[in-house]
């Protein structure tokens, strides 16, 4: 270990066995396919994380070989990708990015973006959206909320139903910005081919603009609108059309 990784071998196999006590000791079963935010109270927590950024994250610092420091990013790239995860789906947890997590992110994309990371699979590396993400989120932590919205938790109506297996009708108006590649539970799929929301926002508001988000994943038959129209009502009943988009 100690010609793989120079002398921070011992701060490795220090990770690596704290990880391994802390998994002997977890009272879940650890599935192969299990998302790394099911382990978040967990071996995966945000204390442990700290723990074990703070036997490593010196010596990268520290390093004066190129070669080395590429090695240890790519092994911390896997705690990266879960400190990641849940700074985006957590609103208390994003908004403590702090230029230290900036730089997780992005050493995570640059590593992703390298192919150095191969333990995340060649679907991430290749994609472009997905870094994208990651440094959209280490740059601009602030564009991934919307805290100012009048329609922040407001209540809904859905003609048509959604998908049963993503965020949650109320995801619609949480505030939380969802993103292109990045796992993360924020998005509300439509499978009947239409979407039609009503929200309440409970008093008469001067609204400026009316922002939406959109994804496309052509893999799984998800595509963009073809059009989305904008209307408003003081009653609920009578509804006079304010915009629309192509």
């Known amino acids: 270990m100690s010609g ?3 002398s921070a071998a011992k701060e490795v ?19 192969l396919f299990d998302e790394p935010l099911d382990y978040s109270s967990d071996f995966l927590s945000s204390d442990n994380l700290q723990k074990y950024y703070s036997l490593i994250e010196d010596k990268i610092a520290s390093s004066k070989n190129s070669h080395i420091v590429n090695r240890l990013n790519a092994f911390i790239a896997p705690f990266d990708y879960v400190y990641l995860l849940q700074s985006v789906n957590n609103r208390s947890t ?37 870094l994208r993400d990651f440094r959209n989120i280490a740059n601009m932590p602030d564009r991934l909320y919307e805290d100012k919205s009048l329609a922040l938790n407001k209540p809904i109506t859905l003609k048509y139903p959604s998908s049963a297996i993503h965020a949650g009708d ?29 929200i309440d926002l409970q008093k008469t508001l001067k609204v400026q603009s009316v922002t939406a988000c959109f994804g496309r994943a052509p893999s799984v038959n998800i595509e963009l609108p073809d059009k989305f129209d904008v209307s408003y009502s003081s009653d609920n009943t009578s509804f006079s059309k304010w915009g629309n988009w192509q």
């Open 170 to 198: 109320a995801a619609l108006v949480d505030g939380i910005r969802a993103l292109l590649g990045v796992y993360q539970n924020s998005w509300v799929v439509f499978t009947q081919g239409q979407m039609d929301v009503t």
């Open 94 to 130: 994003a908004r403590q990015i702090s230029q230290v997590g900036s730089g997780r992110l992005n050493r995570l994309a640059t590593v992703i973006g390298d192919g150095k990371a191969p333990i995340l699979g060649e679907t991430f590396a290749k994609s472009d959206d997905f």
């Open 13 to 31: 196999k220090a990770i690596l066995d704290l990880l391994d006590e802390k998994t002997q000791h977890s009272p879940k079963v650890i599935g």
């Open 4 to 6: 793989y990784y120079g």
